[in-house]
């Protein structure tokens, strides 16, 4: 190429890097419910505890429903620690369970659930709308 320079490709396991598991919670008890749970109003929720840098509402990749929990990801590993006070808090009218992430080794280790369970609980999101948020507010 021209001089040399080539665009850098992302790398994959970059993520890792970017988002310690020991700056993450797991937050769950989001199943059920009227209303639709978006990355934004949790990262919002959650800014008490000092920045939120990524929120992750995990999917079913089979039928593309929301699996009733979510991770999201501090800058800083106290405001992680601040977070695990907010198990029992409210959020629309649900409750919500709050726990440090299992660490990700791979293999299928720190796995939650196995994808099977409450069936058609809720409406889910079927592919409206964007189901991570990466610090951005539009």
Known sequence: SPGGVEPAPAPVGVKRIDYPDECCVFVGGMEGGDDEIWPEQL??????CGDVRRVTIKI?????????FAYVDFAEETSAQ???SMTGSTFGNRKLRVDMKRPSY????????DGKGKGKKGKGGKGKGKDR???GWG
């Open 106 to 113: 791979g293999g299928g280790y720190g796995a939650y659930g």
């Open 133 to 135: 948020w990466d610090g």
């Open 82 to 84: 601040t977070a695990l």
């Open 43 to 48: 990262a919002e929720h959650f800014s008490a």
């Open 60 to 68: 079913d990749k089979v039928t593309g429903e929301r699996m009733g």
